[in-house]
């Protein structure tokens, strides 16, 4: 069974560095675009960043500058690099990505389950 699997979410001061990592598990043929997004309790998922296979970046407004969206298309594996935070980046973060299943013709968009991230001031 195709899934993403997170880790990397946790508790860090304002100011502090987290790194999130999102894998494809399962028989998965190929890893196309990655993305991360978040949703902060009572707020609509955002889209923080994105990156496609050939590592062109997307970031949203308020990340620019201190997080660095990465991809690996060997490891079917990506990693959201988190500096400088501040509480406002409090959230849950979901790992996206585009995956083609093996003996699949076609891709799908997988969801992670989820990692939180929480930032005390």
């Known amino acids: 069974q195709v899934r993403l699997v997170e880790s990397g979410g946790g508790l860090v001061q304002a100011g502090g560095s987290l790194q999130l990592s999102c894998a494809a598990s399962?028989?998965?043929?190929?890893?196309?675009?990655m993305a991360w997004y978040r949703q902060a309790p009572g707020k609509q998922r955002e889209l923080v960043a994105h990156?496609?296979?050939?590592?062109?970046?997307n970031y949203g407004d308020s990340v620019k500058g201190r997080f660095t969206i990465s991809i690996d298309t060997v490891l079917k594996t990506g990693d959201l690099q988190m500096n400088g935070l501040k509480p406002e980046d409090t959230a849950v973060y979901y790992c996206?990505?585009?995956?083609?299943?093996?003996?699949?013709?076609?891709?799908?968009?997988?969801w992670g389950q989820g990692t939180q991230v929480t930032v005390s001031s």
């Open positions: 990156i496609t296979d050939i590592g062109s970046t």
């Open positions: 996206n990505a585009v995956l083609t299943p093996v003996g699949s013709e076609s891709s799908t968009t997988y």
């Open positions: 399962g028989s998965v043929f190929r890893l196309g675009a």
